[in-house]
């Protein structure tokens, strides 16, 4: 198995530095790092864990904006293919502009600033993206459930809303703020449902691990 480092790339002098390792947001920001990384070395599609994947991702090259006002990129979603220039201005970047007292500086806003630069994107004017070949999708793409009603997904599964979950590719479940949420396997909540219905056997493993 060959691994993926640092070296011959921009980000081999930040991690050898190791300022990154007294920040008190160095797991986000070795996260951030390892993910930007791993697109420029290999490209694809990068997800974090805490989705539920409802479709199947027949996209190239998109970056997902996180609620309707369109003014956060998310870094917790994308798709780059090996080469493209975006990710390798957002390593250059990365790379040069560490702060490491800043939470979401190399995340999402590290991203809205590379596409602001390169693609003449505004906020709250989705259609500023002037780059062609990188798609921005709507919120409701895999962020249907906003981060401030995350205790939506723990709730009794409505027509309404399962509805408007199911025009999703995915959901986000905000791990961050619901890991410490009951979930009842079987149940009729929002998550519940959607894990039976799109992760069946992870479902069925889980059962034996309840209490």
């Given amino acids: 198995m060959k691994w993926i480092t640092s070296e011959d790339t921009p980000l081999e002098d930040w991690y050898r530095k190791g300022e990154w390792r007294q920040s008190p947001h160095k797991l ?3 996260a951030d790092y390892i993910r930007m990384l791993s697109s420029l070395k290999g490209g694809g599609l990068y997800m974090d864990l805490d989705f539920v994947t409802m479709k199947r991702f027949d996209i190239s090259n ?11 990129i998310s870094s917790g979603i ?17 790379a040069a ?16 600033s590379i596409m602001s630069r390169i693609c ?6 989705p259609l500023s993206n002037e780059c062609s070949d990188v798609a921005l999708m709507p919120y409701n793409f895999v962020y249907p459930i906003h981060w401030p009603d995350w205790q939506v997904l723990f709730q009794k599964s409505t027509r309404n809303i399962m509805q408007w979950i199911n025009g999703s590719y995915a ?33 069925a493993r889980a059962a034996e691990y309840s209490d």
Avoid: M
């Fill in 78 to 94: 994308f798709h780059f293919d090996y080469g493209h220039p975006a990710i390798s201005e957002i390593v250059k970047d990365l």
């Fill in 28 to 30: 986000e920001h070795f």
């Fill in 171 to 203: 959901v986000h479940v905000w791990n961050k703020l619901s890991h410490s949420e009951p979930l009842l396997i079987g149940s009729d909540q929002v998550y519940s449902t959607l894990a039976s219905r799109h992760c069946p056997f992870t479902v």
């Fill in 120 to 125: 003449g994107l505004k906020k709250r004017q």
């Fill in 62 to 72: 998109f970056l997902a904006v996180e609620d309707a006002s369109v003014e956060t």
């Fill in 97 to 112: 502009h560490y702060q490491p007292k800043e939470w979401v500086a190399h995340g999402p806003a590290l991203i809205f």
